[in-house]
């Protein structure tokens, strides 16, 4: 069974602790948060303020999912906000694999994000060192996107490359996560399903996420 990491970026931030509370309470695994910055992508969510906030509704992972230039300088703040899974994007990293052992130094685990058009190889000498790849399955920056069907072969090219090399690295895809499309990508090696709009824009999200974690 994978693990379902719905993405409050699509959340009611008005009813923001309502819908923490319904994550909490659902079959989810993790809180999946978006940090954007306005200059890595063309948007901006939220920071360590509002995801200290979210911490105190859940004893969930919360997998925390930086889309922003300069990661180094924030690493800190969002692990005093409570983050435990921290992701930086291997586009925005000049030195990535300093920036992943200070991630490891303050006590959280790390993990690297690739955009859809940068080839999969490009993270091959770095998983030793990390704990998850996040997949990039849509262009980052916004929710509700669809999902762009080359990243099926990415994903299979890294389960692969993970078993050969038996390294115990999880696999994360984000963006464009359906119904319809979940079998197809766990079928390929995800471990981690991140979806937004599937299940905070469904009539039913607490259906949604039991039956998202009932694939396989
Ligand atoms: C996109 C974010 C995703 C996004 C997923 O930049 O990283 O996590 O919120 O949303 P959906 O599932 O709606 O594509
Ligand atoms: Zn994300």
């Not at 989810?28 to 509002?50: E, T, Y």
């Amino acid at each position: 069974m994978a693990i379902i990491a719905p993405s409050l970026l699509s959340a009611d931030f008005l009813n923001l602790e309502r819908d923490c509370k319904m994550l909490h309470n659902s079959d989810a695994d993790w809180f999946h948060l978006d940090v954007m910055d306005g200059r890595f992508v063309p948007n901006i969510s939220f920071g360590p303020m509002i995801i200290h906030f979210i911490r105190k509704t859940t004893t969930k992972i919360c997998d925390v999912h930086l889309m922003i230039e300069e990661p180094e300088k924030y690493a800190e703040d969002f692990y005093k906000a409570g983050a435990d899974i921290l992701t930086v994007h291997i586009e925005a990293c000049r030195h990535l694999h300093r920036n992943i052992q200070q991630i490891k130094i303050l006590g959280m685990k790390a993990g690297v994000a690739i955009n859809p058009h940068t080839p999969v190889e490009t993270l091959f000498d770095i998983l030793p060192d990390i704990d998850l790849v996040c997949m990039m399955s849509v262009n980052p920056g916004f929710g509700g996107q669809s999902f762009i069907p080359q990243t099926l072969q990415k994903i299979k090219k890294l389960k692969q490359f993970l078993v050969e090399k038996n390294l115990d690295v999880k696999i994360e895809v984000d963006g464009g996560i359906s119904l319809e499309n979940a079998a197809g990508v766990i079928e390929a090696g995800a471990d981690v399903l991140v979806a937004g709009n599937a299940v905070f824009k469904s009539d039913d999200p607490l259906l949604t996420i039991s039956t998202l974690k009932k694939i396989i």
